[in-house]
């Protein structure tokens, strides 16, 4: 099993909304930092999103900054990211990831994070 758990996708229209959700298996991530990264068919993956454990780092890429929303309950240790305003260009399959150490210049870098998750496809209808 995947030590981490998407889920949450879906098909919506354009301007609809989601919440994936990305939880731990098998073990705990306290003091990683965590992201979410998306890949479209026939393209690499991209940096999405990501967050510090301790929430004092927040990034987006700039395709998504104002629609999406990465947050936590660290009571039960599962992250989220919170979609708005869905576009067909954000169409893809959306992985959380696992890292222990994130600072500004590498939170946003697939080669810094450990674990993965399998993905959760998001698929945005025009």
């Known amino acids: 099993q995947a030590p981490l758990v998407e889920s949450g996708g879906g098909l919506v229209q354009a301007g609809g909304s989601l919440r994936l959700s990305c939880a731990a298996s098998?073990?705990?991530?306290?003091?990683?930092?965590m992201g979410w990264f998306r890949q479209a068919p026939g393209k690499e993956r991209e940096f999405v999103s990501a967050m510090t454990w301790s929430g004092g780092l927040t990034t987006y890429a700039d395709s998504v900054k104002g629609r999406f929303t990465i947050s936590k309950n660290a009571a039960t240790a599962v992250f989220y990211l919170q979609m708005e305003g869905l576009k067909p260009e954000d169409t893809g399959v959306y992985y959380c990831?696992?890292?222990?150490?994130?600072?500004?210049?590498?939170?946003?870098?697939?080669?810094?994070?450990?674990?993965w998750g399998q993905g959760t496809q998001v698929t945005v209808s025009s």
């Open positions: 990831a696992a890292a222990l150490v994130g600072t500004k210049d590498t939170i946003d870098l697939a080669a810094t994070y450990t674990y």
């Open positions: 098998g073990r705990t991530y306290g003091s990683y930092s």
